[in-house]
C-alpha cells in the first residue's frame, strides 16, 4: 500500500523559507513522477512542481520558478520542496503526489494516484 506523509509546514514571514518533506513507503522514486500542488481557499488546486520519471526532468510553475526547488533522496524514500522567498500569494495547502506512470500534462493532478495529506503553508507579517 502506498502511504505518503507529509511535514514541513507552518507559518513564516514573507521573504523567509521553509521545506517540505513527503516521505513515501517502501517503493523506489526512480519509477514514480513525483509533485507537488496547492490549493488556497476559494482557488483551484495549481501545480507547483514535478520530477517526471520519463525525461528525469523538472518543472516548475511560473509562480515560483527561481523560489522553489523540487528534491528527492531515493535512499530515504522522500522527496522535498524548498520554498524560499516566500510570499503572502504562496499561502495554501500544499500536497505531494506520485504516480508509477508517465505523466502528459505535470500540473494536472488527475494524472496522479496518490496524495499526501497536505500540510499548511501560511506566509504573513
Request: glycine content about 10%; some cysteine; aromatic content about 14%.
Amino acid at each position: 500500500q502506498v502511504q505518503l506523509v507529509e511535514s514541513g509546514g507552518g507559518l513564516v514571514q514573507p521573504g523567509g523559507s521553509l521545506r517540505l518533506s513527503c516521505a513515501t513507503s517502501g517503493f523506489s522514486l526512480d519509477y514514480y513522477a513525483i509533485g507537488w500542488f496547492r490549493q488556497a481557499p476559494g482557488k483551484e488546486r495549481e501545480g507547483v512542481s514535478c520530477i517526471s520519471n520519463s525525461d528525469r526532468m523538472t518543472y516548475y510553475a511560473d509562480s515560483v520558478k527561481g523560489r522553489f526547488t523540487i528534491s528527492k533522496d531515493n535512499a530515504k524514500n522522500t522527496f522535498y520542496l524548498q520554498m524560499n522567498s516566500l510570499k503572502p500569494e504562496d499561502t495554501a495547502v500544499y500536497y505531494c503526489a506520485l504516480v508509477p506512470r508517465m505523466v502528459h500534462i505535470w500540473y494536472d493532478g488527475t494524472e496522479y494516484d496518490y496524495w499526501g495529506q497536505g500540510t499548511q503553508v501560511t506566509v504573513s507579517p
